[in-house]
Nanobody, 120 residues
Framework: VQLQASGGGLVQAGGSLRLSCAASGSIFGIGAVAWYRQAPGKAREWVALINSGGSPNYDNSVKGRFTIARDDVKKTASLQMDSLKPEDTAVYYC???????????????WGQGTLVTVSS
């Protein structure tokens, strides 16, 4: 089971990017999915989460600008980032609770990270 994040890049302040997170392998259940980010020299921080029922939650720093979504059929999740600011520059990681066994428990997985750079 793997998570693959993609969609990062360089964008000017005020622009938009859409990050994607794809789960692959033998997956029998998807729990909460979240995005985290880590800016240079800083600790990793939580950005947004969507639970298995589809309810989203956001850190105050991105509320109103970012939108998290999930598609359990396609085993993907996304983070639409609008009105980007230079302080949004970071490596973004997707995180998910996945069940790889029909009768097993959920385990936590991390994607490899994708770099978002917002220029002023």
């Amino acid at each position: 089971v793997q998570l693959q994040a993609s969609g990062g890049g360089l964008v000017q302040a005020g622009g938009s990017l859409r990050l994607s997170c794809a789960a692959s392998g033998s997956i029998f259940g998807i729990g909460a999915v979240a995005w985290y980010r880590q800016a240079p020299g800083k600790a990793r921080e939580w950005v947004a989460l969507i639970n298995s029922g589809g309810s989203p939650n956001y850190d105050n720093s991105v509320k109103g600008r970012f939108t998290i979504a999930r598609d359990d059929v396609k085993k993907t999740a996304s983070l639409q980032m609008d009105s980007l600011k230079p302080e949004d520059t970071a490596v973004y990681y997707c995180n998910a609770f996945l069940r790889s066994d029909p009768s097993g428990s959920y385990r936590n997985y991390w994607g490899q990270g994708t770099l978002v750079t917002v220029s002023s």
